[in-house]
Nanobody, 122 residues
Framework: QLQLVESGGNLVQAGGSLTLSCTSL????????IAWFRQAPGQEREGVSC????????DYANSVQGRFTISRDNAKNTVYLQMNDLKPEDTAVYYC???????????????WGQGTQVTVSS
């Protein structure tokens, strides 16, 4: 059973940067599409970015395009979300999710992590 573990969330000032990491237990990530979602209090979960197993296909939400970069290192069994120029509206719990099928940013992923909190202060 694939278990996802996120890390890297923190409190950061607006304009700052953070890198989130997603790794796994129970199975490796190299055959999975990995996506990052986020959910702010009182809001629906939103797809942020995703990447296919070979890193040849990525997608980004319009709200993070140009500021966030998704990447993966299958040798290290880790997917990263580099977040630059962070804004207060980026504040949310960030989740990584996995699926064999490429769902882009639709909420159809089979496996989910517990989330990591990102807080951006103004």
């Amino acid at each position: 059973q694939l278990q996802l573990v996120e890390s890297g969330g923190n409190l950061v000032q607006a304009g700052g940067s953070l890198t989130l990491s997603c790794t796994s237990l129970g199975a490796t990530l190299d055959e999975y599409v990995i996506a990052w979602f986020r959910q702010a209090p009182g809001q629906e979960r939103e797809g942020v970015s995703c990447i296919n197993p070979s890193s040849t296909l990525t997608d980004y939400a319009n709200s993070v395009q140009g500021r966030f970069t998704i990447s993966r290192d299958n040798a290290k069994n880790t997917v990263y979300l580099q977040m630059n120029d962070l804004k207060p509206e980026d504040t949310a719990v960030y989740y990584c999710a996995a699926s064999i099928i490429y769902h882009s940013l639709r909420d159809y992923y089979n496996y989910w992590g517990q989330g990591t909190q990102v807080t951006v202060s103004s």
